[in-house]
């Protein structure tokens, strides 16, 4: 049976999307069977991320909708068999989207897959309750700036209130993945520290990707950073995080450079 993950945030623009794509891309490289989900009815960027924009025949709607089986929407990526992706529609609204139909779906994933990764809309509207209901586990993306963090801080609350877990009495786990982290300018006070984000959302770190060209370059070729240069620094941030994730200790390491060189190890360790 598959664990269900949400990669959600308040604020869009923090890299969800990214990170879906390059966390789905590190489990896989690890043996792990995933699928990505895209939750971003109307607003599909999964896809062109991962490179299969032209291959997307039919998508979540139709089989929410019973309009196509699973099997049919489901894209195996060409460069790692364990992977595949369920795109969104462009052309439906998130109005399509309907609880019963979602329960059905991910109910499906589950039995076919070891991690099934959701990619939630950015906000608290339909789409976004729907991509974490079903999650066993959240990552929380936000960047190191005041309103991103007070968004992620809403959709905690939210994460702790209206998923099936919560309704249960259930402990929703969730981990923190701090994205475009320039430790010079957080010095400079141009951004938020670590621990100062750390001391407002109060939930465990799951990694720290560095402010980067490789992610954006890795996006503009259609391949998850994780595939693409598997070298660069975020690329190791994320299969680090992927790694935690699993349940491996992992020494968790600050970005202290520009271009992605780890400096000081931060003792924080991910629950």
């Given at each position: 049976?598959?664990?269900?993950?949400?990669?959600?945030?308040?604020?869009?623009?923090?890299?969800?999307?990214?990170?879906?794509?390059?966390?789905?891309?590190?489990?896989?490289?690890?043996?792990q069977?995933?699928?990505?989900?895209?939750?971003?009815?109307?607003?599909?960027?999964?896809?062109l991320?991962?490179?299969?924009?032209?291959?997307?025949?039919?998508?979540?709607?139709?089989?929410v909708?019973?309009?196509?089986?699973?099997?049919?929407?489901?894209?195996?990526?060409?460069?790692?068999?364990?992977?595949?992706?369920?795109?969104?529609?462009?052309?439906?609204?998130?109005?399509?989207?309907?609880?019963?139909?979602?329960?059905?779906v991910?109910?499906?994933?589950?039995?076919?897959?070891?991690?099934?990764?959701?990619?939630?809309p950015?906000?608290?509207?339909?789409?976004?309750?729907?991509?974490?209901?079903?999650?066993?586990?959240?990552?929380?993306?936000t960047?190191?700036?005041?309103?991103?963090?007070?968004?992620?801080?809403?959709?905690?609350?939210?994460?702790d209130?209206?998923?099936?877990?919560?309704?249960?009495?259930?402990?929703?786990?969730?981990?923190?993945?701090?994205?475009?982290?320039?430790?010079?300018?957080?010095?400079?006070?141009?951004?938020l520290?670590?621990?100062?984000?750390?001391?407002?959302?109060?939930?465990?770190?799951?990694?720290?990707?560095?402010?980067?060209?490789?992610?954006l370059r890795?996006?503009?070729?259609?391949?998850?950073?994780?595939?693409?240069?598997?070298n660069?620094?975020?690329?190791?941030?994320?299969?680090?995080?992927?790694?935690?994730?699993?349940?491996?200790?992992?020494?968790?390491?600050?970005?202290?450079?520009?271009?992605?060189?780890?400096?000081?190890?931060?003792?924080?360790?991910?629950?």
């Amino acid at each position: 049976m598959a664990k269900v993950l949400v990669v959600t945030s308040g604020k869009g623009g923090v890299g969800k999307t990214t990170s879906t794509a390059a966390l789905g891309a590190a489990l896989a490289q690890t043996g792990q069977n995933v699928v990505v989900v895209d939750f971003d009815v109307g607003l599909r960027n999964l896809d062109l991320v991962m490179g299969a924009e032209r291959r997307v025949v039919y998508d979540l709607i139709n089989v929410v909708q019973g309009d196509a089986k699973l099997a049919q929407a489901l894209i195996r990526d060409k460069r790692c068999d364990t992977l595949s992706l369920l795109p969104a529609s462009q052309t439906r609204d998130k109005d399509n989207l309907t609880a019963e139909g979602v329960a059905r779906v991910m109910d499906e994933l589950r039995e076919r897959f070891d991690w099934v990764i959701c990619d939630s809309p950015a906000g608290i509207e339909r789409g976004a309750t729907l991509a974490m209901r079903h999650a066993d586990v959240a990552v929380v993306v936000t960047n190191p700036e005041v309103s991103s963090v007070r968004d992620s801080d809403r959709i905690i609350g939210i994460l702790d209130s209206k998923t099936e877990r919560a309704e249960r009495g259930e402990r929703m786990e969730k981990h923190l993945l701090l994205t475009r982290y320039d430790a010079v300018r957080a010095e400079r006070g141009d951004m938020l520290k670590v621990d100062d984000v750390l001391e407002i959302l109060s939930i465990p770190l799951l990694g720290i990707i560095p402010e980067s060209p490789d992610v954006l370059r890795a996006s503009n070729l259609g391949a998850p950073v994780t595939l693409s240069d598997a070298n660069s620094a975020p690329a190791r941030a994320y299969m680090d995080a992927a790694r935690r994730l699993k349940g491996e200790s992992v020494a968790m390491s600050v970005p202290s450079e520009p271009k992605g060189f780890f400096g000081k190890l931060f003792g924080r360790r991910a629950a």
